[in-house]
Structures are given as structure tokens and as C-alpha cells.
């Protein structure tokens, strides 16, 4: 489907909602409105979402929502199970911990669920949002199965080798050392499931095949950072929020994340859209992929 004509464009209604979501929940917050303190994170996130999706509307005539809506709601909901991998890491490895939940079970569930709902299309909205700023005409990609400048069969290999070592290696230290290694879990998914995923003929770092190619791995590299500075911006003022407690860099934080933590981020977008991405493959769709009938 080609994009439309640029005089059709216009800003769409959820975009506008979005953006009062934002500027409510905020104005809410710093009121001392309660429900809103406790729930800012997945507020904010909610209107973000919505008004980054309809910002790549206005840019480039269509949008996840708009056009794939179902794909949408299939990655918020399997944006839960894949953070829990993360948080399933953090049991044994204990980096992060909550703060200020409520203490009804139901209410700390709807916080927990609809929080980690906002994961990952809050990364690929920010990839889909920075590729409609600097290529707001897209151009036709790769056939799906094409393996363009791919990676060798050896480099696959040792890729998935590494990667699988990576997330091996915390789970099998003893329990003081294994804190320090909560790094590798954040590069271990991309050096596991990139070399799979090319393989499929899936968008891979290792083959500049659907989704934009090499563009796609930047949106996903810039945009993970960025989401990263927002995450820990509106945490730092919500009244349910999460702090981290692994035992280096505390001495030099931004917000509650220690400075060295926001090299985390990049990766992890990278690794959250592979993920989705190969479990999407099982419908045929997948994160910017035309619709089905």
C-alpha cells in the first residue's frame, strides 16, 4: 500500500488524544492526584504510544494503528510475556525492584500488566516515528527471504554461540557474582535470535531484508535510548516506579538509572523487536508488515 498523497494527510484523532493523555496525566501527577501518581508510568507510555503513532500518520499516511491495528494489539499483548523473560532474569540476578504499589492484588496486576503492555510498542513506535522523520518516503524493501549483505553460515554460528553463552553464563555463576552479569542477558537475545531470524529470512542485523533494512537496526538503536530517557524520566516521578539496586555505579545516576545503565537500552530494543518478530512469524505478520485479510 503506498502512502498517501501528502495534501490528504491530516492529525489524526488519536494523536490528539494522546497528546491530552500526556498533558492531563502530568498536570494530574504534579496535583498529588493519587490514581494518576500510582499509575503515571502506564499512562504516560499510553498517550505516548498514541501520539507517537499518529505523528508517523501525519508524516507518512499510514501508521501501525491505522493500518494494522490488529497487529498492534497482538504486540501489546505479547509485549507481557516477553518482558516477563526479563524479569524471570531479575529473580536470580535482582537488579531492579518495585516500589509503591498498590497494595490490592487486582489493582497491582492492572499496573504490572498494562505497564509491561506499553513495552514494546512504545520501541517500535519510537523506530517507526525517527524512520518517518529522516525517510518520510518510504522505498520498497527486499523481498522477505532475500538475504542481502548476510551474515557468513561461520559468523551465524559463533553469533548464536555467543549469544546463548551470554544468557547461560548469569543463571550458572554463584549467586554474589551473578548481579554484575545482568549486561549479557540485555546483548545475549540479539547474538542468539539474529542469526534464527536471518535464517527465516525475518529482518536480522545480519541481513538487510524487510523492515527497512540497516535503517530499521538505527531506529531501533536511537529509539531504544530515547525510550530509555523517557522510561526514566516519568519513573523517577511516579509514585509506583521501580529502583535499581545492582551493586556498581550508583554514585552517578540520571533520574534512578546509574549512567552506565542507558547502554542497555539500544540492545534491548534491538533484541524486544526480534523476539516479536520471529513469534510474529507464526501468523505471517509481524511489526510493519502489510495486513492480512
Known amino acids: 500500500m503506498s502512502a498517501a498523497p501528502r495534501a490528504a494527510r491530516r492529525v489524526p484523532a488519536h494523536a ?24 503515571f508510568t502506564p499512562i504516560a507510555w499510553t498517550g505516548y504510544i498514541l501520539l507517537a503513532d499518529g505523528a508517523v500518520f501525519s508524516l507518512t499516511g499510514r501508521s501501525q ?20 523473560v526479563f524479569e524471570a532474569y ?3 540476578l535482582k537488579n531492579w525492584a518495585y516500589v509503591g504499589l498498590p497494595d490490592a492484588l487486582p489493582l497491582r496486576l492492572l499496573g ?35 538475504d542481502a549483505e548476510g551474515a557468513s553460515p561461520g559468523t551465524q554460528v559463533a553469533s548464536f554461540t555467543f549469544g546463548g553463552l551470554c544468557l547461560a553464563l548469569p543463571l550458572l555463576v554463584p549467586p554474589f557474582i551473578a548481579p554484575y552479569l545482568f549486561g549479557l542477558v540485555w546483548i545475549g537475545f540479539v547474538f542468539l535470535l539474529a542469526p534464527v ?41 511516579a509514585g509506583a516506579r521501580w529502583i535499581y539496586t545492582f551493586p556498581m555505579f550508583q554514585d552517578r545516576k540520571i533520574f534512578e538509572m546509574p549512567l552506565a545503565g542507558f547502554l542497555g537500552f539500544p540492545p534491548f530494543a534491538v533484541e524486544c523487536f526480534l523476539m516479536y518478530d520471529l513469534l510474529a512469524a507464526a501468523w505471517g505478520g509481524g511489526w510493519g508488515r502489510p495486513g492480512r485479510a
Do not use: K, M
Open 112 to 146: 504490572y500488566g498494562w505497564s509491561f503492555a506499553t513495552i514494546l510498542p512504545a520501541l517500535f513506535e519510537t523506530s517507526d516515528l525517527l524512520l518517518a522523520l529522516t525517510r518520510p518516503r518510504p522505498r520498497p524493501s527486499p523481498a522477505a527471504g532475500r
Open 16 to 39: 490528539v488524544a494522546g497528546l491530552a493523555i500526556l498533558i492531563g496525566a502530568e498536570s494530574l501527577l504534579f496535583a498529588g492526584f493519587d490514581p494518576v501518581r500510582t499509575f
Open 197 to 237: 531470524s536471518a535464517s527465516l529470512g525475518r529482518w536480522s542485523p545480519f541481513a538487510d531484508s524487510g523492515h527497512g533494512g540497516r535503517a530499521r537496526l538505527v531506529s531501533l538503536l536511537v529509539g531504544g535510548l530515547a525510550c530509555g530517557l523517557l522510561w526514566e524520566f516519568w519513573n523517577y516521578w
Open 65 to 84: 494503528l491505522t493500518t494494522n491495528g490488529a497487529e498492534f494489539f497482538r504486540c501489546a499483548v505479547l509485549s507481557i510475556p516477553i518482558w516477563l
Open 90 to 92: 531479575n529473580v536470580r
